[in-house]
């Protein structure tokens, strides 16, 4: 547990205004954490949306099946499991719940609709938005895909999705345009 960046939120050492619910130095800290938390740990509710990464791409631990990173997966599983059996809970009762990650999760079952008004990309590449120009990062930004050269030419009467974020849960816009 503490070899994970799950730590920063989760452990009184590191966090200087205190932990986010369970913590790590409690006498038991698995005590700590609620049943749909420890489903969560287990693997048996998702929570993919928080980042599920094969071990070859995260440091040596999994993170595909546990909720908690691990070196060892049957293992951590069998613990977890254990300590949900001695609560009682039901992998029936697991498998209801809503999968992890609040805003993260909600907005990867989002499904977006048309544009209202003007919103979208002019064929001179200027976003209907704020005045930024697809295709040409505006001072202080970078674009990511492609990370090197231009990016393609949107196609006209292809149809695209505009997605604006404040910051990663925060959506301003996202709706779909047809590339005049
Ligand atoms: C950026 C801070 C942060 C990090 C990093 C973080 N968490 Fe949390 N975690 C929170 C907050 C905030 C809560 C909610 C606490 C509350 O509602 O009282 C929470 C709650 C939880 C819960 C309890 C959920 C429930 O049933 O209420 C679990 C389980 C959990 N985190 C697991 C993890 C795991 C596993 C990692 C690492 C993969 C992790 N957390 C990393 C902030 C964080």
Redesign the pocket.
């Known amino acids: 547990m503490a070899a994970?960046?799950?730590v920063?939120?989760?452990s009184t050492e590191v966090s200087p205004r205190g932990p986010?619910?369970?913590y790590m130095e409690a006498p038991v800290w698995t005590d700590t954490?609620?049943?749909?938390?420890?489903a969560?740990?287990a693997g048996w509710v998702d929570?993919a949306s928080?980042?599920a990464f094969p071990p070859e791409e995260n440091n040596g631990f999994d993170?595909h099946t546990t909720?908690?990173?691990t070196t060892d997966i049957p293992r951590m599983q069998a613990f977890l499991e254990s300590l949900l059996r001695e609560r009682g809970v039901t992998r029936e009762e697991a498998a209801a719940l809503t999968p992890?990650g609040g805003p993260i999760y909600t907005q990867s079952i989002f499904e977006p609709s048309a544009c209202a008004g003007e919103e979208g990309v002019r064929a001179s590449g200027e976003v209907i938005w704020s005045g930024l120009r697809y295709g040409e990062p505006a001072p202080g930004t970078v674009q990511r895909i492609p990370a090197e050269g231009a990016a393609p030419a949107l196609v006209s009467g292809e149809r695209y999705y505009l997605y604006v974020l404040r910051d990663i849960g925060v959506p301003i816009t996202r709706c779909l345009f047809t590339a005049p």
Do not use: I, T
């Not at 954490?33 to 420890?38: E, F, Q, R, S, W």
């Open positions: 994970s960046a799950c920063c939120c989760h986010s619910g369970w954490v609620p049943d749909a938390g420890l969560m740990l929570s928080f980042g993170r909720g908690l990173p992890f």
